[in-house]
């Protein structure tokens, strides 16, 4: 069993920076893939980025490339969503997911078995 405690949402604007963590639980978290995805109002939870058990792989939507960057320390349990030149089209709630072992479905929401709470991040002038 694995719990993830997101943190690190806000309000910024166009063109700032912002850096998401996910605080993981549990002795196998190093064992597992490890992603974020996002939901903004009324669409459905999306892919943003994953990573794969020891941090060799990383995979991201087409739209964030480039802007984000996903890490992870096996040693703390935490992952990382650094983000940059953000747009007000990333506004959304940020969920960490874990517990994925297939990196051809690091992608999809039903890879992974364990999710945060999510953490509000609004991009607005």
């Known amino acids: 069993q694995v719990q993830l405690v997101e943190s690190g949402g806000g309000l910024v604007q166009p063109g700032d920076s912002l850096r998401l963590s996910c605080a993981a639980s549990g002795s196998t978290f190093s064992n597992y893939n490890m992603g974020w995805f996002r939901q903004a109002p009324g669409k459905e939870r999306v892919f943003v980025a994953a990573?794969?058990?020891?941090?060799?792989?990383?995979n991201y939507v087409d739209s964030v490339q480039g802007r984000f960057t996903i890490s992870r320390d096996n040693a703390k349990n935490m992952v990382y969503l650094q983000m940059s030149s953000l747009k007000s089209e990333d506004t959304a709630v940020y969920y960490c997911a874990g517990g994925g072992s297939r990196w051809a479905n690091s992608h999809r929401t039903y890879e992974y078995a364990y999710w945060g709470q999510g953490t509000q991040v609004t991009v607005s002038s």
């Open positions: 990573i794969s058990w020891g941090g060799g792989r990383t």
